[in-house]
Each structure stands twice: as C-alpha cells, then as structure tokens.
C-alpha cells in the first residue's frame, strides 16, 4: 500500500449537496493527519486537522477510522467556494523527526 | 507579512542552466522543508531542515539538487544543470517541530525549463 492514496476525482456535485472524500493512509503507528485545501495554481493551506476523536469545523467534519486506516472529510451544505483540490496529509513515520506525505489529491467542483 | 516567503515566484531557464531559489520561513519556527509539485500530483518532499542540520532527503533528490540553511533561518534550493523534467512548483514550507504539528507553505517558486 502506498503512504497514501486518495481517489483523484473530479467530484462534481451542486451547491448545497454533501461530499465525502477518504483516504487510506500505510502506517498503522500515525498519530496525527490533517486535510489541506490548495486552489488551483496556489499553495495548500491546512484545513483542519484530524486527531483519534476526528474533528468538526462549520460545514467540515473530519474522522478517522484506525482499524481500516483511513480518514475522511465530509462537506455538508456545499458551496461554489469550496471547489478545489483536497490533500490527505499523514506523517511517514511515527517520531518526531519525520515529514509530512501528501496524497496526490481529491479534486471538487462544485456546480451551481 | 510575517507567513513563508519564497524567491523568485516564477524563473524560466533554459536547459542545463543552474537555478537557485530562496526560502524565508516562519520567523519563530526552526524545521523548514522543500517540496515540488507537478500538474495533477500532491506535494512530494524533497528535504527538510530542523535549523541548519539537514535530517533528511527524498530519494527524489537527485545530485543536481543541493539544499542549504547555513544559518538555520532562510534556506536554498540549487538545482544544476537544468532538465526538462524539473520543471514544477518548488514549495517551501515550516513548522515549529514535531510530526503532529502544522507545516505552513509559501506560495511556491514556479519552475519552466526549456
């Protein structure tokens, strides 16, 4: 299994619709993964982290699910600003010293 | 603007030129990391620093590619003798240390090799 792998899309969904997104992460020992957000041609940003009790933010929930290692983002209430690329975050290995490993990427559009 | 800085934003070169860019992170943090992107992928690492100790590189990091953070603030990525398929967004990125901590991206130097 690689580090991480998301399915690419393209999610296409009308306003006002809920998507999720998983992603399946390979090491069993991570402790902490994060989902950010990059527009087209700009830098990611973090979107929200997502810790052993998931996390919720507004419209954004995010959890995770150890047993089958995997975390997903759910989007309720889809609006037009949220089209973008969702990128699955996890460290490569379970220390301090370790970097981060980005997935390749959901991408969302959201139609009107 | 106290977020991670990047220079230039945009360099064309042709091939087989050396180009370097520079990175100015987070004042206050003291991991700094370098990533490249392509069209349609995420992120992939390069290198990271925890101050001016370089603790490790991607095997993406072929010789051409030299990292440096001589004094553990801003940081340079050289790339020697260009080649086509260097071309991608170089992201710089830094943290305060840690793996559960956040790492906050500059708005990437754009690289076009021709």
């Known amino acids: 299994r690689k580090e991480v792998e998301q399915d690419p899309g393209p999610f296409n969904v009308p306003e006002g619709a809920t998507v999720a997104f998983n992603c399946t992460y390979s090491?069993?020992?991570?402790?902490?993964f994060f989902w950010y957000r990059q527009d087209c041609r700009k830098e990611p940003k973090l979107l929200m982290s997502?810790?052993?009790s998931g996390n919720e933010d507004g419209r954004f929930t995010a959890q995770l699910n150890r047993a089958s290692q995997y975390i997903s983002l759910l989007i309720r209430d889809s609006k037009l600003s949220d089209s973008a690329t969702y990128l699955c975050?996890?460290?490569?290995?379970?220390?301090?010293?370790?970097?981060?490993?980005f997935g390749k990427g959901t991408r969302l559009s959201v139609i009107a | 603007d106290t977020g991670v800085s990047q220079d230039p934003r945009h360099k064309i070169t042709k091939r087989g030129q050396n180009v370097t860019f520079r990175c100015d992170p987070i004042?206050?943090?003291?991991?700094l990391y370098w990533y490249r992107q392509t069209l349609g992928q995420g992120p992939e690492f390069l290198t990271y620093?925890?101050?001016?100790?370089?603790?490790?590189k991607s095997r993406l990091l072929s010789d051409r590619f030299s990292a440096e953070r001589p004094k553990g603030s801003f940081s340079t990525l050289e790339i020697q003798r260009t080649e086509q398929g260097d071309s991608a967004m170089y992201l710089c990125a830094s943290s305060s240390g840690g793996a559960g901590n956040t790492i906050y991206f500059g708005e990437g130097s754009w690289l076009t090799v021709v």
């Open positions: 975050v996890v460290p490569l290995r379970n220390s301090g010293n370790t970097p981060l490993v």
């Open positions: 620093f925890q101050n001016e100790a370089q603790l490790e």
């Open positions: 090491n069993s020992a991570s402790q902490s």
């Open positions: 997502v810790y052993s």
């Open positions: 004042s206050e943090h003291n991991r």
